[in-house]
């Protein structure tokens, strides 16, 4: 991780993503399903100029606060968002047991 540029995170509720925007300029998404109980994270893209510098942590880590901030359960289909929950342990909490044995948390 170098230098993580000041992003702006939103909730684009039309496209079913959450966005890091660096000023006008998308810099990465997540998309999700809103569930009943909890939200299923299915995929997580940073664009290339702003790979390697902690844009996908940063919002990694805002999609998964901002599940907390709501009192929802997580689905992590995203590789990259279950890798993160594997590295950070403190959101394991987020993920039901027997989702955590299905994507190995």
Not at 40 to 62: D, K, N
Not at 66 to 79: L, Y
Request: proline share 4%; glycine share 6%; aromatic share 10%.
């Amino acid at each position: 991780m170098t230098d993580i540029p000041a992003l702006h995170f939103s909730n684009n509720v039309a496209e079913h993503r959450y966005e890091a925007r660096h000023g006008d300029t998308l810099a990465a998404y997540v998309e999700y399903s809103q569930l009943a109980n909890g939200v299923l994270f299915s995929h997580t893209e940073v664009l290339p100029e702003y790979e390697g510098r902690g844009v996908g942590s940063a919002i990694a880590r805002h999609v998964l606060d901002s599940a907390r901030a709501d009192g929802q359960f997580v689905i992590p289909a995203c590789q990259f968002i279950a890798g993160y929950i594997r590295k950070h342990r403190e959101y394991v909490d987020l993920v039901q047991p027997q989702v955590q044995q299905a994507f190995k948390i």
